[in-house]
């Protein structure tokens, strides 16, 4: 089945250090999407990506869809402790009803 | 618009008991997923509802099982509870024109003891 990989798992930095998280599908994807889980909260979503090769910017957040659209990855810039939270990627395979598949998740601290 | 909500907030059962949780998605919103949540295994989805009917169900045992009424509410149910079903269940709506944009309910804390 589909599988959605995200790493790292868990990621410290300092505030004012830059993050990256990477999701990679193992199946070919329609979109993909990206959500924000605050500690003791809910996915909030974030930001949808459909075109190979897109690129989007919200403020810090940079956020990138690979060529063969099986990739993605989301940089933020100089972390704010506002940042903190686990980032989710989603998809769903081109072409197929099949359901919408979430990563695992990279869990972000950020130490002021 | 009103979001998404989720009842009840939280959950205390036994195993073996059975539980109905249920989801209001918003307004204008036919779409209607769950997931469920837990440490170990971050999100993992459940069921994917469209105007009544089920799209998609996830791996999980036929003790979950979920419906779609008319006006787009939806409920799970998750009998003969296990100690391993103790998770955060979510509910997220998503409109008809944008079926990958979820967005997503506060979530039924489930603890089985």
């Known amino acids: 089945g589909q599988q959605v990989m995200q790493i790292p798992q868990y990621q410290h930095v300092q505030e004012g250090e830059d993050f990256t998280t990477y999701c990679n599908s193992s199946t070919t994807l329609s979109n993909i999407q990206w959500y924000k889980q605050r500690p003791g909260g809910h996915p909030v979503f974030l930001i949808q990506?459909?075109?190979?090769?897109e690129v989007k910017k919200q403020k810090r957040l940079t956020f990138q869809f690979g060529e063969a659209k099986k990739n993605s990855s989301l940089h933020i810039t100089a972390t704010q402790t506002t940042d903190v939270g686990t980032y989710f990627c989603a998809g769903r395979p081109t072409g197929s009803a099949r359901q919408l598949t979430f990563g695992s998740g990279t869990q972000l601290t950020v130490l002021p | 618009k009103a979001g998404v909500t989720q009842t009840p907030r939280y959950l205390i059962k036994t195993r073996g008991q059975q539980v109905t949780l249920s989801c209001s998605p918003i307004?204008?919103?036919?779409?209607v997923s769950w997931y469920q949540q837990t440490p170990g295994q971050g999100l993992q989805f459940l069921f994917e509802y469209f105007s009544e009917t089920q799209r998609n169900k996830g791996n999980f045992p036929g003790r979950f099982s979920g419906r779609q009424f008319s006006n787009s509410r939806s409920e799970m149910n998750v009998s003969t509870l296990e100690l391993g079903d103790s998770a955060l269940y979510l509910c997220a709506s998503s409109a008809a024109g944008t079926p990958d944009t979820q967005y997503f309910g506060p979530g039924t804390r489930l603890t089985v003891l």
């Open positions: 990506l459909v075109k190979s090769g």
């Open positions: 307004s204008g919103h036919r779409s």
